[in-house]
């Protein structure tokens, strides 16, 4: 069973620093994709960043850009200019691109609180 | 505007008694899911469904059952049976089984009083 950690249950930054969110997975498969989704207090969730394991260069969106290092099986989320609305739990999840049924496996999640 | 809608926002329950939470989603997604989220912990699937009239059973099934008749909902009855039933519920859906991206709702908070 793939398994997702994140080490980091809080952490803090100050409005447009820069701050970068750990992640470490466990699988035996090649074929895969990686997500971060940001719950915000609304605790709407919302898709950050995806990644597909297939790929060697790493996603960015914005503001937001990944360090995929699939030997190590870490996928970090580093957030550039912080911004007080990226106050949020952050949750990486792990798919597995194999399987027929698909199985979003989520992370603890890590609370951001961007400080002014 | 498509999107997927849970109802109600809050419930509550009394012990022995069963609840149904519904799901709804105008987005003609295949596949929809169920998760359950509980303070300090992530999400954990609950069932999922990659087709009408079909689901599985995902990593904490056991007090909770669910029925796919319609592509646009995936109703979730939390039974007696579920010991600690308490929590916050995410459903979700994606265009396909092999989603590259859910889409998630509001959620609905169960409180068993």
């Known amino acids: 069973a793939q398994t997702v950690t994140q080490s980091q249950p809080e952490m803090s930054v100050q409005e447009a620093e820069t701050v970068t969110l750990s992640c470490t997975y466990d699988t035996s498969e090649s074929n895969y994709y990686l997500f971060w989704y940001k719950q915000p207090p609304s605790r709407q969730m919302i898709l950050v960043i995806r990644?597909?394991?297939?790929?060697?260069q790493n996603a960015t969106e914005n503001r937001f850009s990944v360090n995929f290092q699939k030997a190590a099986k870490s996928f970090s989320l580093k957030i550039s200019d912080s911004q007080l609305g990226d106050t949020a739990m952050y949750f990486c999840?792990?798919?597995?691109?194999?399987?027929?049924?698909?199985?979003?496996?989520f992370g603890e999640g890590t609370q951001l609180t961007v400080n002014p | 505007d498509g999107g997927i809608t849970q109802s109600p926002k809050y419930l509550f329950r009394k012990e022995g008694q069963n609840v149904t939470l519904s799901c709804e989603q105008n987005?003609?997604?295949?596949?929809m899911y169920w998760y359950r989220q509980d303070p300090g912990q992530g999400l954990r699937l609950i069932y999922y469904s990659q087709i009408v009239n079909d689901f599985q059973k995902g990593d904490i099934a056991e007090g909770y059952s669910v029925s796919r008749e319609k592509k646009e909902s995936f109703p979730l009855t939390v039974t007696s049976a579920q010991k600690n039933p308490t929590a916050f519920y995410l459903c979700?859906?994606?265009?396909?089984?092999?989603?590259?991206?859910?889409?998630f709702g509001q959620g609905t908070r169960l409180t068993v009083v």
């Open positions: 999840a792990f798919m597995n691109g194999e399987t027929s049924g698909s199985r979003l496996t």
């Open positions: 990644q597909e394991a297939y790929k060697q």
């Open positions: 979700a859906s994606s265009i396909s089984p092999r989603l590259t991206e859910a889409f």
């Open positions: 987005l003609n997604h295949d596949a």
